[in-house]
């Protein structure tokens, strides 16, 4: 870990920015702290000031917090960047993930979880607040138990999946595939019981999760 760390602090609140930035000038490990507001400035200053840690920001106007980790990164793709955002849900957490961010850290944390995310990712590390670290490690297994489960289905059942997923009818499907209506109302019932499911707008949302259908 550098001797101190400088850190780029970017968020579009200027109180909010100010009350974090007194916080980290109060440990010893951090040095210089830059400020941006937004995602635009953010890149620039980084290009000229290099700091070793960016705290971002999502929720920002103009280039927002995610499409801004992709643009540091496409530049410096040694960029260490702390996502601190007041969003909680997983969706935000694993696309800041996938845009590159080292880390995820809310608002509503603890404040000295901020100065422990920020030694961590300098030092080359990970951080995610422990309690949306054990959720996505949770849905990540239900992710890949679905996985399997669609994996199961054989192709037949799959071109049925795909179909009744889309919101084809029983009907509409047997017509499609040149089956009977029996066929692939059992067909329909089997892939059911296979992937844990009752309803077809069940079926349809883990279809959609899974990137099968688009818009379900």
């Known amino acids: 870990m550098p001797d101190k760390i400088n850190v ?6 200027a109180v909010v920015r100010a009350g974090y ?20 400035t953010a890149c620039q200053l980084y290009s000229r000031q290099l700091p070793d840690v960016v705290v ?9 917090g995610l499409e801004s980790i992709r643009r540091l990164l496409g530049r410096h793709a040694n960029c260490k960047i702390l ?28 404040p000295e979880t901020l100065i422990t995310a920020v030694c961590t990712i300098a030092e080359g590390g990970t951080y995610v607040d422990p309690e949306l670290a054990q959720q996505l ?11 399997a489960k669609i994996k199961s289905l054989s192709p037949r059942e799959f071109d049925i999946f795909c179909l009744l997923a889309t919101g084809v ?4 499907a047997a017509e499609n595939l040149c089956l009977s209506y029996k066929t692939v109302g059992n067909h329909g019932t089997a892939i059911k019981e296979k992937l844990g499911v009752k309803t077809l707008s069940e079926l349809a949302l883990l279809a959609s999760r899974h990137g099968i259908v688009k818009n379900a």
């Not at 996502?83 to 603890?110: D, P, Q």
């Not at 490690?137 to 138990?145: E, G, M, N, R, T």
């Open 8 to 13: 780029l602090l970017v968020d579009d609140h």
């Open 21 to 40: 930035k007194a916080y980290l000038s109060l440990s010893e490990h951090i040095g210089q702290i830059y400020e941006a507001e937004r995602g635009e």
């Open 56 to 64: 971002m920001d999502l929720s920002m106007p103009g280039l927002g």
């Open 83 to 110: 996502v601190f955002s007041i969003h909680n849900e997983l969706v935000y957490v694993t696309r800041a993930i996938k845009a590159g961010a080292k880390g995820y850290i809310t608002k509503s944390n603890a």
């Open 137 to 147: 490690a949770i849905s990540s297994a239900v992710d890949q138990d679905e996985t």
């Open 169 to 172: 009818s029983t009907r509409e």
